[in-house]
């Protein structure tokens, strides 16, 4: 599916100047219809993938306890 530059940035929820910059740039690959970009954002997928799995993770962190403090006596 083709987006818009505005599209994009709704769907990756990041201001569409960045993404317009990313296009530009060449991190972002667009197509040019002679009007406006396109962008297919079947190349997102990965991105939606590695975030799902950096907030499963963080989750996880998140939910582990606190260890108990170890007593330690100084005999000196």
């Known amino acids: 599916m083709y987006r ?3 599209e994009t ?5 990041l201001p569409k100047d ?3 910059s990313c296009i530009v740039s060449g991190k ?6 002679g009007e ?3 962008v297919n954002s079947d190349q997102f ?5 590695q975030m799902e799995q950096f907030q499963a993770e ?3 962190f998140l939910s582990e306890p606190i260890p108990a ?3 330690i006596n100084d005999e000196d």
């Open 36 to 38: 406006q970009f396109l």
């Open 18 to 20: 960045y993404v317009y």
């Open 9 to 13: 940035a709704q769907y990756l929820e």
């Open 58 to 60: 963080i989750q996880q």
């Open 69 to 71: 403090d170890p007593v």
């Open 28 to 33: 972002i690959r667009a197509v040019h219809d």
């Open 45 to 49: 997928t990965l991105y939606w993938e």
């Open 4 to 6: 818009t530059i505005e």
